[in-house]
C-alpha cells in the first residue's frame, strides 16, 4: 500500500468507535448496517435508495451487498440484472477491490428484486458502473476497515499498525495474520461512522480492477447450468403460448377455441381483453397445455378473424416517400440555431447536400421473450429475464390489481435484451395467463413472435447541408431529422436528436430542425438509442464533406475538435473534445492510418460520443466489385477507469460485430401494419466467416467511470460505409448495405 493511502486509513482508524468507544451521533440514514451473519460473520448493509445523489450522505439506506462467514467464505451481491454485459462480475470485482478480498474464495450472488432496499436495479444505458461505482466501492472499504479494526482489537494493538491483502488482515510490526473470518463475527459488532469518511484506494493501488477476470457465471453457462429465463421449471407448472394481432391495437372477433381446446395435450384456450396497453397487455388469446411444444401445435390450429378498426397500419414505404418530400424545407420544430448557416453554406468554398436513412430494427435477442408465473392466495411469483424488475413488478401489480407488496420478481439471468427487455409486456402476460387459469404457467414467446411484437428501432432519415470555408474548414452545418411521433407531440423513443448533438456545438453556423411524422408501430430502446442512427448520417456526411474539400478525413475531424474542452461545463457525461480527439487518433494510430493500401482496400474514419463514451473506430475494408469483405476493425475508447479488461474487452467486440450485423442486411418492412420479416431467414444475423478481427485499444483516463455496452456500437456503420467509399467510391447513405446492391462476402 502507498504511503498517502496508509496515512488515510490510519487517520479513519483513529476515529472508528470500537464496543468500548461507541459512536455518537450516528444517524440510522448516515451509516453503514452492519450484522451476525447467520452462523456468525459479518453482512454490511450499503446502498442509495432510488432518485439519491451519491454524494448526499444523509440519502443512504441500508441494504446487505456483502457477507463474511466465519469459515472465511465471502459471498458478494450484484443489484442489477445480469444481462451479457458483465455487470454481476464488474460489481463483485468493486466490491473485492476495496474489501482487500482474496477472489479465489468470493462468490458472487444475484440479488433478489427489491428497489426498497437497493434503489433502482436495472441493466440498460450503460449505466450500471456509473451509478454504483463509488456505492460500491464505499461498501468494499468500509467491510476492509471494519475488519482491520476488529483484527486489531483482538491482538490488542493499534489499529494503525494493521493492513490488509487477499482477505486477511496483517500486523506490520509482527507478520501476524488473522483471516477475515477469524474477525468477521467481532467485527459485526462494531458501530460504523459515515460511509464518505471511509477512505478509499486509488488507482495505483489496485490488484483487481483493470485485469482480464474471466465471468462469475462463465463454468455454469458453458456446462449448461440453467440459468436463464427459459431455463426455469417449476413444479406442476404448465406452458402457454399468447396469440396478439399482428397489427397493434387489433381486438378478437371471433375464434375457434373450441377446435383448439381439442388439441391434444391443450388444457385451456381463452381470451384475454387485456388494458389495451402495448406495453402491459393487449387483446390475445391464451393456450395453456402439458408442454410448449403442445401449446404451439395447438397454435397453428387456430383459427381469427381480427377487428382491426383502430390497428395500427403503418406503411413504411409510404414513409420513405413522406421523408422524402419533406426533405426539400427545414423541420417544423427548430432545435437549435446559432449564427447563419445558410448564408455560410451559400457563400462556402465547398458544399454538399445528402440525404440518408436508417430502417426500423428488431432487438431479436438469441432467448426469445419468457416468464414463468404462479398466481396463488392472493399473491404472484414470476421469475424473468426482464432488464427492468422493478417496472416489471409494478406493471404486474398495476394489471392485476395488487399491492407491490404481493408480487415477488425473481432475476434470471438474461440471454440477450438490447433495449428489448426494458418493457415487460410478456410479463404482464404470464401473470395474466396464471390468474386466469389459476395454474403455475410458463409462458414462452416463438422467434415469429419476438420478430411480430418487439419494440423496433424507429427508422430515421437525415437530411444534411455542409459548408467548407476557402481555408478547408467546416463553416455551415444543417441538419433536418425526419423521425415520428406516437402522441403527435414528442418523438417517440430514440427518435429525436439533441442540440448537443456532434457537430453542431463545435460550429459557427447550425441549425438542426426536427420533423415527427404519426406512428402506430410501437418503438423503443435498441442498443445506444438515438446514437446507433444519427452517427451513420452524421459521421458519413463529415466523411463527404473532407473529401469534397480535399482534406484528409483524419485531419478534418480532429480540426472540428479544436481545443480541448467540456461541451458542457461542468457536465462530467458531455463530450469533451480533448477526449475524443485523444480516441480519435489512438484509432487512426492503431489502424495505420495513411498507409499505402491496394487499390481495393480502404480504411474509414468514425466517431461517437454517446453514454458518457467516447468511442473512435477504424474499419479496414476489401471491395471487389459490390462485395465487402471487413477485414479489421480498430476500437478506442475513452471511458475512464476499466473494471474488468476481458468484459470490456467483449463489449467492444459484440458491439461492433451487433453493428454489422444490423448495418449489412437487417430492415423492417411495414406494410398494414404488419412487419413483414418472420425469422432470421428475411433478418439475417452475421455469420462467423464474415466477423472481422476487432482490435481494442483502452484510454487510461482518471475520469468518472462510464459503460460500454452501448457507445461502441454507433461509430462501426460509418467507420466501414466510409471505408466502402475509400476503396471502391461507393457511397452508402442508405442502410442497410443490401439496400444499395452491397453485400458482405
Known amino acids: 500500500m502507498s504511503a498517502h493511502y496508509t496515512d488515510t486509513l490510519a487517520a479513519f482508524l483513529d476515529e472508528l468507535p470500537s464496543p468500548e468507544k461507541p459512536a455518537t451521533d450516528l444517524s440510522r440514514r448516515t451509516f453503514l448496517q452492519a450484522s451476525a451473519a447467520v452462523g456468525g460473520g459479518l453482512m454490511l448493509s450499503f446502498a442509495l435508495p432510488r432518485g439519491a445523489s451519491a454524494n448526499n450522505a444523509d440519502a443512504f439506506a441500508p441494504n446487505a451487498y456483502l457477507r463474511i462467514g466465519t469459515d472465511n467464505k465471502i459471498t458478494l451481491v450484484s443489484k442489477n440484472p445480469e444481462i451479457g454485459q458483465g455487470i454481476k462480475t464488474a460489481f463483485g470485482m468493486i466490491l473485492a477491490e476495496e474489501l482487500d478480498a482474496d477472489w479465489s474464495t468470493v462468490t458472487v450472488e444475484q440479488a433478489a428484486t427489491d428497489e426498497a432496499t437497493y434503489g433502482s436495479q436495472f441493466a440498460g444505458g450503460s449505466m450500471s458502473v456509473r451509478l454504483n461505482w463509488d456505492t460500491l466501492r464505499r461498501a468494499g472499504a468500509t467491510g476492509r476497515v471494519l475488519l482491520v479494526a476488529a483484527a486489531a482489537d483482538r491482538w490488542g494493538v493499534d489499529a494503525n499498525s494493521c493492513n490488509t491483502e487477499s482477505s486477511f488482515v496483517v500486523h506490520t510490526d509482527s507478520g501476524r495474520k488473522l483471516a477475515y473470518g477469524d474477525v468477521a463475527a467481532l467485527a459485526a459488532t462494531f458501530p460504523i461512522p459515515a460511509p464518505e469518511s471511509v477512505p478509499l484506494k486509488q488507482p495505483d493501488q489496485y490488484h483487481l480492477l483493470g485485469e482480464r477476470i474471466t465471468g462469475v457465471d462463465n463454468h455454469a453457462l458453458v456446462t449448461g447450468q440453467p440459468l436463464f429465463g427459459i431455463d426455469k421449471a417449476i413444479d406442476n407448472a404448465r406452458y402457454a403460448t399468447y396469440v396478439k ?256 448533438e456532434f457537430p453542431a456545438p463545435l460550429v459557427d453556423n447550425t441549425r438542426i430542425t426536427q420533423t415527427l411524422m404519426p406512428l402506430k408501430v410501437p418503438t423503443g430502446p435498441w442498443r445506444a438509442p438515438g446514437s446507433n442512427g444519427i452517427a451513420f448520417a452524421v459521421q458519413s456526411f463529415i466523411q463527404e464533406l473532407a473529401t469534397a474539400a480535399n482534406r484528409d478525413h483524419l485531419e478534418f475531424l480532429l480540426e472540428i475538435m479544436g481545443e480541448p474542452r467540456w461541451l458542457e461545463s461542468g457536465n462530467a457525461g458531455a463530450l469533451h473534445t480533448g477526449r475524443a480527439a485523444g480516441v480519435i487518433r ?121 459503460g460500454l455496452g452501448e457507445p461502441a456500437l454507433p461509430p462501426v456503420a460509418p467507420a466501414v460505409c466510409n471505408a466502402i467509399f475509400a476503396a471502391s467510391g461507393i457511397r452508402i447513405r442508405e442502410l442497410p448495405l443490401l439496400s444499395s446492391g452491397v453485400r458482405l462476402a
Open 245 to 500: 394481432c399482428p397489427a397493434t391495437g387489433g381486438r378478437i372477433k371471433t375464434a375457434n377455441l373450441d377446435a383448439v381446446k381439442a388439441v391434444d395435450g391443450v388444457i385451456d384456450a381463452f381470451v384475454l381483453e387485456g388494458n389495451n396497453n402495448v406495453q402491459q397487455l393487449m387483446p390475445g388469446i391464451a393456450i395453456v397445455a402439458d408442454s410448449t411444444w403442445s401449446a404451439i401445435k395447438a397454435r397453428r390450429a387456430l383459427e381469427v378473424e381480427w377487428d382491426e378498426t383502430d390497428a395500427c397500419c403503418d406503411d413504411s414505404e409510404s414513409f420513405e416517400r413522406e421523408a422524402q418530400a419533406l426533405s426539400q424545407r427545414h423541420g417544423d420544430t427548430e432545435i437549435v440555431r446559432r449564427g447563419n448557416s445558410q448564408r455560410a453554406i451559400a457563400n462556402a468554398a465547398v458544399r454538399l447536400e445528402a440525404f440518408y436513412s436508417y430502417p426500423f430494427l428488431s432487438h431479436a435477442p438469441l432467448e426469445p421473450q419468457n416468464c414463468t408465473a404462479w398466481y396463488r392466495d392472493g399473491q404472484i411469483e414470476l421469475w424473468a429475464p426482464t432488464q427492468t424488475p422493478g417496472r416489471g413488478l409494478s406493471n404486474v401489480a398495476e394489471l392485476l390489481g395488487l399491492d407491490e407488496s404481493q408480487v415477488t420478481i425473481h432475476q434470471t439471468r438474461i440471454g440477450g435484451g438490447f433495449g428489448r427487455r426494458l418493457i415487460n409486456d410478456w410479463m404482464c402476460e404470464a401473470a395474466a395467463i396464471s390468474k386466469h387459469s389459476g395454474l403455475p404457467i410458463k409462458l414462452q414467446w416463438t422467434r415469429e413472435d419476438d420478430m411480430a411484437h418487439d419494440f423496433y428501432r424507429v427508422a430515421g432519415f437525415h437530411s444534411l447541408k455542409g459548408a467548407v470555408d476557402s481555408a478547408g474548414k467546416l463553416s455551415g452545418w444543417e441538419d433536418h431529422l425526419i423521425s415520428f411521433s406516437s402522441d403527435g407531440d414528442r418523438p417517440v423513443s430514440g427518435g429525436g436528436i439533441r442540440a448537443t
Open 586 to 706: 489512438h484509432a487512426a494510430q492503431a489502424a495505420g492510418w495513411g498507409r499505402e493500401l491496394p487499390a481495393n482496400k480502404g480504411l474509414g474514419l468514425a466517431f461517437h460520443f454517446s453514454h458518457a463514451g467516447h468511442i473512435a473506430e477504424v474499419a479496414e475494408v476489401t471491395v471487389n466489385e459490390k462485395t465487402v469483405t471487413i477485414d479489421r476493425v480498430t476500437v478506442a475508447a475513452d471511458v475512464g477507469p476499466i473494471v474488468n479488461l476481458s468484459g470490456a474487452e467483449s463489449q467492444c467486440q459484440g458491439a461492433v460485430i451487433d453493428g454489422i450485423s444490423a448495418m449489412a442486411g437487417q430492415k423492417l418492412n411495414v406494410s398494414k401494419g404488419r412487419i413483414q420479416e418472420a425469422n432470421f431467414h428475411q433478418y439475417p444475423m452475421l455469420r462467423m466467416p464474415q466477423a472481422p478481427q476487432v482490435d481494442v485499444h483502452f484510454i487510461d483516463s482518471d475520469y468518472p467511470p462510464s
